[in-house]
């Protein structure tokens, strides 16, 4: 490959490599670029361009943590095991020179990546399991002790299925609810929150043939969250008694949609 001219080489040299060390330390990470890939016509100072984006991912890179915590720099670090950036000039020769105009956007985007990145490990993203760490986990023990009083069942669980449940909605695509993930946690919680409305609005708590009848119907003790492609005999949403087991069935594009309305025309008190 040709020389880099003189004035691009010395650019990299004073604004660009002898501030390398610095952001490499405070990223931990290895930073590399390919100064053979620099447009030899570029009339801006590489040098400062590449310092502009290094320090805007580094800022970027900063939120990510602050947003994510822990689990989400965890999560980063496993994902990019080489722990190396790589600097790479966009194919577009213009924005190669464009003298960093838009270097604060470096990185802008690294929660998406992770996510999307993340997916290939487990069905639960990032996303996902960050929503669910701060609207779920802190709030599902209260309910699930309202459950065991309303119902006088001590052993009473509440299973949200989540990796089930991201499954289909991966595998559904475009037919899930839009933005499924950010709110996943929030959402499983609101389906056993509104069963719990609706059974005390109708008397169990007080009524001891509605509560035996109940243990009679879910022997095995177990409420659930089940997304299905099909609904027996509801459009949004609707309770099924199965093997024991209670069920709150929804299909991935109503995933969601239209919680208030469970237990509003099923009759509960028919399915046991």
């Known amino acids: 490959m040709s020389k880099l001219p003189l004035v691009i080489r010395k650019s990299l040299r004073d604004n660009w490599e ?3 060390p610095d952001f490499e330390t405070k990223f931990l990470y290895q930073l590399a670029v390919d100064k053979n890939s620099f447009n030899s016509e570029a009339k801006t100072d590489p040098g400062a361009v590449l310092a502009k984006y290094s320090q805007a991912a580094l800022d970027n890179v900063t939120e990510y943590v602050k947003n994510y915590g822990d689990s989400g720099k965890s999560e980063l670090n496993a994902l990019a095991s080489k722990h190396e950036i790589i ?6 020769e213009n924005k190669c020179s464009s003298g960093g105009v838009y270097c604060s956007d470096a990185l802008q985007y690294l929660n998406k990546a992770v996510n999307e990145a993340s997916k290939s490990v487990s069905p639960l993203s990032l996303i996902a399991r960050e929503n669910i760490k701060k609207e779920f986990d802190p709030k599902i023990g ?3 002790q309202k459950f065991i009083e309303l119902l006088q069942v001590p052993d009473f ?18 037919n899930a609810t839009n933005d499924w993930e950010t709110t996943f946690g ?3 919680y ?7 409305q609706a059974m005390e609005r109708d008397g169990f708590g007080k009524d001891d043939m509605l509560q035996e009848g109940f243990q009679e119907a879910v022997e095995m003790n177990k409420m659930t969250v089940r997304i299905t492609e099909k609904l027996e005999k509801m459009r949004y949403n609707e309770v099924w008694i199965n093997e024991g087991v209670f069920y709150i069935q929804t299909t991935p594009d109503n995933w969601g949609h239209w919680i208030e309305d469970l237990l509003s025309l099923q009759k509960l008190e028919e399915l046991l």
């Open 186 to 188: 929030e959402t499983a």
């Open 157 to 174: 669980t509440l299973d949200p299925n989540f990796k089930g449940n991201a499954q289909v909605l991966n595998k559904a695509g475009t």
């Open 18 to 20: 002898s501030k390398k």
């Open 87 to 92: 600097l790479i000039p966009a194919e577009d």
């Open 190 to 196: 609101r389906y056993f929150e509104r069963i719990y």
């Open 142 to 144: 209260s309910l699930r």
